[in-house]
């Protein structure tokens, strides 16, 4: 059993959410793909593609893009648990010309990328 499959069976998610708030919600996301540790895996490289693009993205694109790129990585991110993501891109959906917002994302982006990087060891 590989650390990701380690970290969404059910118990030992419950034990590693209550420890550390870490940037994705492991029980969300084994809820979500139905306890299927490849499928969970599978998501999370999709989700750290998306979300690296969007960050890439959010600094020079107009407000209008930085709503609508928001808007995407928002709904992916309350997908698979990354609920801080979702909250800042809710922020940069409200107030696009806040550089703050995007500044903050692109630090929860890195978090969310190194975790996943070391649940996959």
């Known amino acids: 059993m590989n650390e990701v499959e380690r970290a969404m069976a059910p ?4 034990q590693a ?3 550390s708030r ?9 809820r979500q793909t139905m306890g299927d540790s490849a499928l969970g895996r ?3 490289d999709l989700f750290i593609e998306q979300s690296l693009s969007v960050r890439d993205q959010l600094a020079g694109a ?7 790129l928001a808007h995407g990585l928002k709904g992916a991110a309350r997908g698979v648990g990354a609920f801080a993501i ?4 809710d922020a940069i959906e409200r107030n ?8 903050r994302l692109a630090s929860l982006v890195e978090d969310v990328r190194a975790f996943v990087a070391a649940l996959n060891g």
Do not use: M, T, Y
């Open 86 to 89: 979702a909250e800042c891109a």
């Open 62 to 68: 107009a407000p209008r893009q930085r709503v609508l």
């Open 17 to 19: 959410c209550k420890q």
């Open 42 to 44: 599978e998501v999370l």
């Open 96 to 103: 696009p010309d806040d550089p703050d917002h995007v500044e």
């Open 11 to 14: 118990g030992s998610v419950e």
């Open 22 to 30: 870490a940037p994705i919600d492991l029980d969300h996301l084994h």
